[in-house]
């Protein structure tokens, strides 16, 4: 445990002084920034852009929660390109898998501690949004958040942990970086999204059982309107229990398995 | 402290890098590992430090499965392998202090050690920066305060020396000589000179296959005599001696200096033109790269 602790510390420090993480750190700022711009001034502009001349006070709240969780749901993919797509690909491109390896620690204990640390510096990223979040809808609105905020906050947190395994294990094939950074975009924008799509349109059925689908959750907890399905029809109300049931499942399910692979090819890396 | 390979052979695809190595090396002192570009000396010491897992056959360190135990087995073991990378925004210190956890050294020991070591190795001016912008030499020097930190029974060193001035060669050099007195080091040279200077045994290597085993003590320094006349050789000072056309190979007795032999030799009637030392390795060397090419 200590060991993995240690693991853990090391890279979260080696993770938070990295140009990656201040590119992040400065992407999260400047979407944060533009988001409270954009609520204070068209605040009062929402209901007339939805063709409505007013809408009640707690819908409007709503509707401001559900935008900025719409694009706070995608920060995690970009983060875990940032962060977990060169984790362990870096150790051989690097090099630095002929320090590490050969020190008397388990490779799966580097693995978690590693996948840990990217976890932790996707939640600072993430902190930052939600506190400009909660800061700005809370002046607005002057209410506390509603109990859908903490779900969507913890359906978060489970899609950060997902997509994050799926890259990590994507690392862990790759001994060069690039091809883990491409592989990655590649999974998620076009295997993902773009099939996703493609189903729907060929087949009329929603693909439920792939991660982005299951990720519209997280801003489907306010209002149930799933912009990537064109089979569902829109709805202001939360999304059904059964919703978050099945899509905290195929979650944990991603997690689980990539996170097994991951770490079994992780083990039996070589540095050739 | 021991180092055991059996029936050891590492494949890349159809390449067989090494290919079927018995070894057995035990207590303390410093086993040369010597061969050509691409003979497998890396590979053997990736196998045995974890890099990199066997085809078929085993390593053990201290009668511990590598491959199957590595984080027992790496607890005895401290090692420099190629040319390491450090976490780039991490500095000397902080790798030190995380090395040092992960081998679990105590607190006092570790300030005690980190202390010498930084001396020895001669990293104090430059410790504190980040290890992303060392030079190729200051990585060197904390890869080998890393690999020696807490005092491991098995030191595997990959060509120690390499990217260092001839100050910090000499410097290294010296260490090695130190931590052998005690401990087991495995090193794997170029050098044949490294190898002669530093160590007791010497494995010369070629295509994955073990060339040649020995004591360094049967690897004597010869001289060889070029002359212009040829006698029967009768010195206390001569244990052996061979003869052909060319020259005379004199083994002399460790007792006495060359020029005493060569005095003798000369009161005997010969009559020398030319006298060189005769480098037994290095000829065995050659020898086993030649026949191995000769076979292609």
Not at chain 2, 167 to 174: L, N, V
Request: aromatic share 12%; glycine share 6%.
């Amino acid at each position: 445990m200590s060991k993995l602790s240690t693991i853990y510390l090391q890279y979260i420090k080696n993770y938070y002084r990295s140009k990656s993480f201040y590119l992040m750190l400065f992407l999260i700022i400047v979407i944060s920034v533009m988001m409270t711009y954009f609520s204070l001034k068209y605040v009062n502009d929402l209901p007339r852009f939805l063709g409505s001349t007013s809408l009640p006070p707690a819908l409007k709240e709503t509707l401001f929660y559900f935008l900025w969780t719409f694009v706070l749901a995608n920060i995690p993919v970009f983060a875990s390109v940032f962060f977990g797509s060169p984790a362990l690909s870096s150790e051989i491109e690097n090099k630095t898998a002929y320090y590490i390896f050969p020190l008397p620690i388990n490779r799966y204990k580097l693995y978690i501690g590693k996948y840990l640390a990217a976890v932790t510096v996707t939640l600072i990223i993430i902190a930052i949004y939600t506190v400009f979040e909660l800061g700005t809808l809370g002046f607005l609105f002057k209410n506390l958040p509603s109990i859908d905020f903490y779900y969507s906050l913890g359906l978060l947190v489970l899609f950060i942990l997902s997509i994050m395994s799926i890259t990590f294990m994507i690392s862990a094939i790759f001994n060069k970086n690039t091809y883990a950074y491409i592989s990655v975009f590649i999974i998620y924008y076009i295997v993902f999204e773009a099939g996703s799509l493609i189903i729907e349109l060929l087949y009329k059925v929603t693909p439920t059982y792939l991660l982005n689908e299951a990720a519209t959750i997280i801003d489907r907890v306010y209002m149930n309107i799933n912009t990537t399905d064109f089979l569902a029809k829109p709805s202001i109300s939360p999304a059904p229990f059964s919703d978050i049931v099945l899509a905290m499942l195929v979650m944990i399910i991603y997690l689980v398995i990539s996170f097994i692979i991951g770490m079994f090819l992780f083990e039996r890396k070589e540095v050739s | 402290m021991e180092i055991f390979m059996d029936s050891l052979t590492k494949k890349y695809g159809k390449l067989t890098a090494l290919n079927n190595i018995n070894i057995d090396i035990t207590g303390h002192g410093c086993v040369g590992l010597l061969g050509p570009n691409g003979a497998g000396k890396t590979t053997m010491l990736k196998l045995a430090t974890n890099i990199i897992k066997p085809t078929s056959g085993k390593v053990e360190i201290n009668n511990i499965n590598v491959a199957m135990y590595p984080e027992k087995a790496m607890k005895y073991v401290g090692s420099l392998i190629e040319q390491p990378e450090f976490y780039p925004y991490l500095s000397g210190n902080e790798i030190l202090e995380f090395t040092g956890k992960i081998k679990g050294i105590p607190k006092n020991d570790y300030l005690r050690d980190v202390k010498n070591l930084k001396d020895i190795t001669n990293i104090t001016e430059f410790v504190n920066r980040k290890t992303g912008t060392y030079s190729r030499g200051m990585k060197q020097r904390l890869a080998l305060a890393v690999a020696i930190l807490g005092g491991p029974e098995i030191v595997i060193l990959d060509e120690p020396t390499f990217g260092l001035d001839p100050k910090g060669m000499y410097d290294i050099r010296e260490l090695i000589k130190e931590i052998s007195k005690e401990h087991l080091v495995l090193l794997s040279t170029h050098l044949i000179y490294e190898a002669r200077e530093l160590c007791d045994r010497a494995i010369i290597i070629n295509r994955g296959n073990i060339g040649h085993d020995s004591k360094m003590d049967e690897n004597k320094e010869l001289l060889k005599i070029t002359a212009e006349n040829k006698i029967k050789i009768i010195s206390n000072k001569i244990v052996n001696y061979t003869m052909d056309n060319d020259y005379i190979i004199i083994e002399k007795n460790k007792n006495f200096e060359n020029y005493e032999v060569i005095n003798d030799l000369l009161k005997e009637g010969l009559k020398i033109d030319y006298v060189e030392k005769y480098d037994n390795l290095e000829n065995t060397y050659v020898s086993i790269i030649n026949k191995e090419d000769s076979y292609k």
